[in-house]
């Protein structure tokens, strides 16, 4: 089965659909992120009801907990979670960055030291491809390596040399037919190892490829220059996805950029946080300008906690620490995502996606470059120190 | 509008109809608490699916956060949670025990010192009842004195003395003829004060009447003893409400004794913590035995938990923490408790209660007297240290 056609172009915007065995999706797609088998604070009805097309798992921790046979035993992670929809599973590669005081990295391996209990755990590019296959997403990642933004050129190319000597390994170990096996082009901030990766990959020939080690604390600007420079070497007829990116604004530019596929925990983390998308940017529900305030989070918006609630609710939810407010602003923010790449996707098809982008880049207002960084510093530290690691 | 039809009786288990400006509850009921205007993570769609046809709200709380005058100004608190159906709201009597080191008593009022920022409030009868009245719900509670189960006589003669005497301040001082002022009877565990007690509410006539001050630290067949000996104090055509009571076994009973409606944390408090109703008993759903179980919690059970995931799944989301875990478990009490209600109702008109009650018995084992005790000691402990002081 091939995993993708390409339905119109539109610039360098792309619309096409990608075939999976649990059905098609149209892209560009954005994957809500299923860390420990859920996203976090939803179910399986709220993700259809946000417009969700595909969700991705963490393989790593589904791996520890609760196994990889346990979740085998009990359908795979469609059966386990209850989501009948295309699935991803990472390969356990970016928690050899995020958990980098966890691990050590060989020759032929990530070695992890488990947060849960300090077990030690070894995931080679088999091992981490057998977990896929017993985990049973749809399209499984090959083991990577995954270098700071600010890697210096020896680093990046030996991340690129040790993932392509990987991803064979992957390819080698993959046995089943109904799940497809991209490529992860990696290289850091330099066009000439990107363009190194990219080549082996495709000569090798994958069904997907992902654009990895990006926003890993680089500046937005490197960050879509990395995306503009790599997408031209790679396959006009196969998948991109960019991993792990996914704000409101790094959605609209890196989709003007030719990327398919998304995934990011942003989302729903800063959901939870009482961090709301509207349509001119973010606010912080939390605020007491929100306390009386007898409409909606987002006008118009067509979610269900915007269709059901007043924002002074929302805000109650927030300051009460009632756990329902995870959840309302959770579906919020989801469907504000989903519904972006919706009229993104709707845009390059009738060929408007520059108005819809210069509309989008007008309304729009993203935190700025400094309080940008600091957020994703901050995470990547809290992810470092925490207990559960899941984001 | 007569608040109650009492259908059939079957020994003391009666069959009814609570009617309310927000529609009719068949009864016996038993109402989810939304202490802070939200049943802790069910969104109203989730209680409707439960099975709840009456909610309750804890007037205190909604009156510190985010205060009357903006839920009043929300539609009440059936505009602010969507909730549609019947609600009733408590007076804050209750806070006045549980939260015994944040409150003062004078012979005016309860004074309290806010747990949030420590300012304080006059709860008088009036304002206890102008502030039910801003908040909107169907069935009003007067405010009223709860004293501990361990009170000697004169004590527990001196709460009934100053509720009866406040429930006259409360009928003086309430306006709104869409919402019903119960009457609440008191004292304690005294066969002879609570004649009293209920001789001086139904000489006044109430549309219903509470029982209060039980479930408060007495043991289980002394609450049983009270409850026996004032329901046949009440008048049969009126509703008769049991006040913080709501543990599968003690609605049998209590149903058994003429009880009609019921609230209680208990089921939503407990299932935060992993504490699983089935139908032999509790079951720790953290329990290593259901790692790797493919059945629902409870074979047979109707709850969409129960309909959609594995026992297994369940017990994973509480291992991980993951928020979806407290929705979950939420459910599926809530629709034991509820199913147990409608069994019971149909049970009664089908003239079986006894047949059903002698079953339930030998099915179903509670937590043994000390434990129980202990539980709720530790409960009333920590919800007097808690800040949020919600169930």
Redesign the interface.
Known sequence: MSAFTLGKTDGDARAGTLHTPHGDVPTPAFMPVAT???V?????DDLKKVGARIVLSNTY?MYL??GVE?VR??GGLHG???WDGPMLTDSGGFQGFSLAHLRKITEDAIIFKSHIDGSTHYFSPAAATQHQEGLGADIIMPLDICVPADSDRATADAAVEKTNRWVMLCREAHTRQDQHLFGIVQGGLFPDLRKKSADFLTSLGFPGYAVGGLSVGESKHDMYEAVGFTTPLLPKDSPRYLMGVGSPEDLVECVARGIDMFDCVLPTRIARNGALFVKSGRVNIDNARF??M?APVEEGCDC?TCR???A??V???F??????A???ATIHNLRFILRLMEEMREAILQGTFAEYHNAFNERFTAPDEATRREQKRKWLDALAKSK?T?G
């Open positions: 420990q088998g859920s976090k604070a939803l179910d399986p921790h907990r609760p346990i035993s009990l386990f979670m209850q306390r009386s007898d269900y059901t609630f007043s002074a609710y805000h109650h939810l300051r009460t620490k009632e756990l329902l995870f959840r309302l559960s899941s």
